[in-house]
């Protein structure tokens, strides 16, 4: 059997915690900023989890599972 390969997006855009829960960035928050509030910009800054209905997909995408 080969090697499954890992998905060069995914391993840019998602990273795994301590713990095993997968850590990803905000959307919205790379152009078009003019419009978009301090408060709106300020909270797509912090860090959030992956959903736990994705969980799964994700871990297909990073050859984990």
């Given at each position: ?7 060069s997006?995914a ?12 850590k990803?960035?905000?959307a ?38």
């Amino acid at each position: 059997m080969p090697k499954i390969k890992t998905n060069s997006g995914a391993k840019k855009r998602f990273a795994l915690t301590g713990s095993g829960k997968i850590k990803r960035k905000h959307a919205f928050k790379s152009h078009i900023l003019t419009k978009k509030t301090k408060k709106q910009k300020r909270n797509l800054t912090h860090s959030g989890l992956v959903a736990g209905v994705d969980v799964a997909n994700v871990k297909a995408l990073l050859g984990m599972k």
